[in-house]
């Protein structure tokens, strides 16, 4: 994570200023680890119906240190974007990793109708969601999705990794409205081993240019959900994908409302979009290219040249 901040500008940025922001995370859980001590605020599970907090399969817990992991346990080295952040957590993955339309949909329903009581203001969703085989279930999550940035929630959903082949997003990804994040580490890995190889494609031919940004995703060191003070396993491991660059990118947003808690959801976005670093790569592989903390903080924007 540290080589993530500094490739994001989060490294230069005071994470301890502000007021802390919600995150709500719909994945695999999360489980009891040193770092994550004190974030999660509530938790529900759609999969077993258990009432703790619990992570079986791990995509959760890393995810959720890349948002707000403390980094206790490395001297902060491996500490998350935002670490002041506090976590709502949905389980809408099995120990496998799998999860169902239905589960998902629960859990977005679940998020506005607590919307309110914890100060949502933000929802990473790092699961990769295919084309679904029934249009009018796709529908169902995308208005609901709708249903959340209309009162005030930005959505961030991971591109997938199915790529490189053109329009090869995630479903929930192609939604106009949330902002969809690719994984790119910025050249610093040979091309057999970037992120960049797999990560999901939008339509090089649609008005629409997907995905909006892109984050380092290979490698990324976070939180251990099997760790235990009393294992051998050790408390960080690695994982790759556009799930972590999501999370970074989300963590990012986090960072900013920190700063500026009157941004609306679409000051957000412009603000995520106009500070991105172009990394020269095609539309369709970068959108608006890296994502990038400014550390002024203070950029102005003609919103008449923001482009969907």
């Known amino acids: 994570m540290d080589r993530v901040r500094k490739l994001t500008g989060a490294q230069e940025w005071n994470w301890q200023e502000g007021e802390p922001v919600t995150i709500a995370v719909l994945d695999s859980g999360m489980a009891a680890h040193a770092d994550l001590e004190g974030k999660g605020i509530a938790f529900r599970d759609f999969v077993n119906g258990n009432g703790q907090f619990y992570d079986d399969n791990g995509h959760g817990t890393h995810i959720c240190g890349i948002l707000a992991g403390s980094g206790r346990l490395s001297g902060g080295r491996f500490r998350g974007m935002a670490p002041q952040s506090r976590l709502v957590v949905g389980k809408v993955l099995d120990r496998r990793g799998e999860g169902s339309t239905e589960q998902l949909l629960a859990g977005l329903q679940w998020i506005r109708r607590i919307k309110e009581t914890f100060r949502i203001r933000l929802l990473n969703i790092s699961i990769g969601i295919g084309d679904l085989q029934n249009e009018k279930k796709e529908e169902l999550i995308r208005e609901e ?16 990794n199915k790529g490189p082949e053109n329009n090869s997003l995630s479903s929930v990804g192609r939604s106009m409205r949330v902002i969809t994040v690719g994984c790119h580490d910025g050249g610093i890995y040979e091309n057999r081993r970037g992120c960049e190889r797999y990560s999901g494609r939008g339509d090089y031919k649609s008005p629409v240019r997907k995905p909006d940004l892109i984050a380092p995703g290979t490698d990324v060191i976070s939180c251990n959900a099997h760790w235990t003070p009393r294992s051998y396993k050790l408390p960080y491991l690695p994982k790759s994908g556009t799930s972590m660059s999501t999370a970074v990118v989300c963590g990012a947003a986090a960072l900013l409302l920190q700063r500026d808690p009157g941004l609306s959801t679409e000051g957000l976005r412009n603000r995520l979009l106009f500070d991105a670093r172009d990394l020269g790569e095609p539309w369709n592989l970068q959108g608006w290219g890296m994502v990038a903390l400014k550390a002024d903080g203070d950029q102005k924007f003609d919103l008449q040249t923001l482009a969907l």
Do not use: T
């Open 145 to 160: 999705i709708e249903r959340l940035l209309d009162n005030g929630i930005a959505v961030f959903c991971a591109a997938g």
